[in-house]
Nanobody, 125 residues
Framework: QLQLVESGGGLVKPGGSLKLSCAAS????????IGWFRQAPGKEREELIC????????TFANSVKGRFTISRDNAKKTVNLQMNSLEPEDTANYFC??????????????????WGKGTLVTVSL
């Protein structure tokens, strides 16, 4: 059973930046497609961005294009979400998810096999 843990959430002012990390206990995420999603109160889950096992990046949400980037930190064995120019509308619980099946590509939420519990990001003055 793969357990994913997100970290790095918190309170940030509009225009600020945060970096979220996704780690798996004792495992290397290199072989898996990893996606970041978010869910704001009262709203549906939103697919944001994903990196395939081969390193191809898919950005699903137009609202984060140019502001959010995804990357792998091989030394720390994490997949990171760098969020810049944050807006109050970015306030949400952010989740990472992994696809462990082959092919290790980004198919969206329905293609993911394991989910973390999320980390809360609040953008406010």
């Amino acid at each position: 059973q793969l357990q994913l843990v997100e970290s790095g959430g918190g309170l940030v002012k509009p225009g600020g930046s945060l970096k979220l990390s996704c780690a798996a206990s004792g495992l290397n995420l290199d072989d898996y497609a990893i996606g970041w999603f978010r869910q704001a109160p009262g709203k549906e889950r939103e697919e944001l961005i994903c990196i395939s096992g081969g390193g191809a990046i898919s950005t699903f949400a137009n609202s984060v294009k140019g502001r959010f980037t995804i990357s792998r930190d091989n030394a720390k064995k994490t997949v990171n979400l760098q969020m810049n120019s944050l807006e109050p509308e970015d306030t949400a619980n952010y989740f990472c998810a992994a696809r462990t099946r082959i092919p290790n590509l980004c198919y969206g939420a329905n293609g993911m096999d394991y989910w973390g519990k999320g980390t809360l990001v609040t953008v406010s003055l």
